[in-house]
């Protein structure tokens, strides 16, 4: 089929006007539409459904290698269980079960963690 010449050099040809083009498009979402239909069978109003983010905060820790190595080894163990997680999942999950412990359970808890230096060790070379 024939094609019409572009404008300019930098377009490409535009396809004739009986041609099918399929364009490619990013793989974004549609959004969700809520739609209010009268009795009638016309659309009085559409409402956008918003999806709620959570913000994310990136930080940092420092941990004991045998306590790193319980990640890990948590990690490992949901895998063989066909659960596939993230080491940040793992801590959040040990958070949410932390907050479900009564005040005494908590002092407890928090009194078997090994207590390690905080911020970022010196340099070798000094």
């Not at 099918?20 to 559409?46: K, M, Q, R, Y």
């Not at 940092?60 to 999942?89: M, N, R, W």
Request: glycine share 4%; aromatic share 2%.
């Amino acid at each position: 089929m024939p094609t019409k010449k572009p404008k300019s050099k930098n377009e490409a040809p535009l396809p004739a006007e009986n041609e099918l083009v399929i364009a490619e498009s990013a793989a974004t979402p549609e959004p969700e539409h809520v739609a209010e239909i009268t009795d009638s069978g016309e659309n009085i109003a559409v409402k956008k459904v918003k999806s709620h983010k959570t913000k994310v905060i990136r930080d940092s820790f420092s941990f004991p290698e045998h306590d790193y190595q319980k990640i890990s080894d948590l990690k490992k163990t949901c895998l063989a269980a066909g659960i596939h997680v993230k080491k940040s999942e793992v801590l959040r999950a040990g958070l949410h079960l932390l907050t479900q412990l009564g005040i005494d359970e908590l002092k407890q808890a928090v009194e078997k963690v090994e207590k390690v230096q905080t911020g970022r060790p010196s340099s070798s070379g000094d």
